[in-house]
């Protein structure tokens, strides 16, 4: 098998990190999602709370909310700290072995890679209610909300780092709706397409 990344951008409640599992079940190799901010943590000396609290969020409300309300200057460095620290363990991983990234603007940062496929993952907004509110145990009207308020955040840092569009499908080689295939399905849909593009496997 020849050294490859999988790097996959989702919708919240689209069961983009369950795919990844799956994934990296099936072709044995790590996946990395909220584990980088384990390794940024001990690069940066800043505890991981800290870094959970920017997690792919990029705060602008000081150039969008019109209330007066103004951000602290040291929430941007520290999101602008956390991006690079999270892009060079990115670069360094995928330099040396096989790897499958969740999120965390992967696509962007190994845009010339070989052998990177990008994928994003949506589903059908009922399908990400239902998997939300039984996760987090609360109903569909606050899984809606946090699906709403997450996927502005996660749209807003792709957007402010990439200068792209988080759901621009030209960002993309392929987007799947997770909601036709199923979790498993659309796992295995991902490995034909990649082996059929880049011959990975």
Known sequence: M???????????????LLIAQELSKCLKVEYYDKNLLLIA??????RTEILEQFDEKKHLELLENLTGYITCPENFALNDTLFKIQSDIIK???KKSSAIFV???????????QNCVHIFIHANLQDRIKRISEKNKIDKDKALEQ???????????YNYYTSKTWTDVNSYDLSINSSILGISNTA????SFSNKLKGCF
Do not use: P, W
């Open 92 to 94: 360094t991983i995928a």
């Open 147 to 157: 699906i709403n308020i997450i996927d502005k955040e996660r749209s807003k840092y």
């Open 103 to 113: 999120g965390r603007c992967a696509d962007y940062i190994l845009r010339d890679m």
């Open 2 to 16: 020849n050294k490859f990344i999988i790097t996959i951008s989702r919708q919240y409640g689209s069961g983009g």
């Open 188 to 191: 295995e849909l991902i490995i």
């Open 41 to 46: 943590a001990q690069k940066s000396g800043l």
